[in-house]
């Protein structure tokens, strides 16, 4: 079972704003979850995007943003490029060490 | 460049074992901790394990998927982390990825390429 929850597919309009979510099965994500946010193209390892909520890493894009909505951890692209079709991963902490990965996002621009 | 790199991959039979290493260049583990992600073909990412710093008491934790098979472990006068699997079953499949998280920020700041390890008859 799913513990940590993504969107399975999106889709943005270039230009266009979207926003991927990441939650829990059971509770909410908190700053205490310590969301980051992952980008992934084929035969490529993850690029850090966003950590500990809402801090992007360096050299990324300002078009990037993290925050907490409701409960939920979510990334917003604002301005979608074409470059931005991808593979985009949240990762949370679950106490006691443990790290969780969700399934993963398929973002389309068209 | 600052970059993490690991080595070790490869084709082992089922129940088998199998020791990948992640060594840093031009970045000291020894205050680092490294944590160890898979992707099977096609698939997500998973969180396996990771190891905290001598001062954390090189602290392990473990994804249930893999705990009581895998071990970390550091060895900081080669500034290697490694990843024993054994035990090993058709499902452990992946590219397996060494990563560097900053606990200070909570930031995931260095990935390695990757090493690809195939559990096959």
């Known amino acids: 079972q799913t513990v940590v929850t993504q969107e399975p597919s999106l889709s943005v309009s270039p230009g266009g704003t979207v926003t991927l979510t990441c939650g829990l099965r059971?509770?909410?994500?908190?700053?205490?979850?310590?969301a980051s946010w992952y980008q992934q193209t084929p035969g490529q390892a993850p690029r850090t995007l966003i950590y500990?909520?809402?801090i992007r890493s360096s050299g990324v894009p300002d078009r990037f943003s993290g925050s907490i909505l409701g409960n939920r951890a979510a990334l917003t692209i604002t301005g979608a490029q074409a470059d931005d079709e991808s593979d985009y991963f949240c990762?949370?902490?679950?106490?006691?060490?443990?790290?969780?990965f969700g399934g993963g996002t398929k973002l389309t621009v068209l | 460049e600052v970059q993490l790199v690991e080595s070790g991959g490869g084709l082992v039979q089922p129940g088998g074992s199998l020791k990948v290493s992640c060594v840093g260049s031009?970045?000291?583990?020894?205050?680092?901790?490294i944590h160890w992600v898979r992707q099977a073909s096609g698939k997500g990412l998973e969180w396996v394990g990771r190891?905290?710093?001598?001062?954390?008491?090189?602290?392990?934790a473990y994804a249930a998927s893999v705990k009581g098979r895998f071990t970390i472990s550091k060895d900081d006068s080669k500034n290697t982390a490694y990843l024993q699997m054994n035990s090993l079953k058709t499902e452990d499949t992946a590219v397996y990825y060494c990563?560097?998280?900053?606990?200070?920020?909570?930031?995931?700041?260095?990935w390695g390429q990757g090493t690809l390890v195939t559990v096959s008859s």
């Open positions: 990762l949370l902490f679950m106490g006691s060490g443990i790290w969780v």
């Open positions: 031009g970045l000291t583990l020894s205050g680092s901790a």
């Open positions: 990563t560097r998280l900053k606990e200070v920020e909570q930031n995931f700041d260095y």
């Open positions: 059971t509770g909410s994500v908190t700053t205490s979850s310590y």
């Open positions: 500990n909520t809402n």
């Open positions: 190891i905290r710093t001598r001062n954390k008491k090189f602290e392990t």
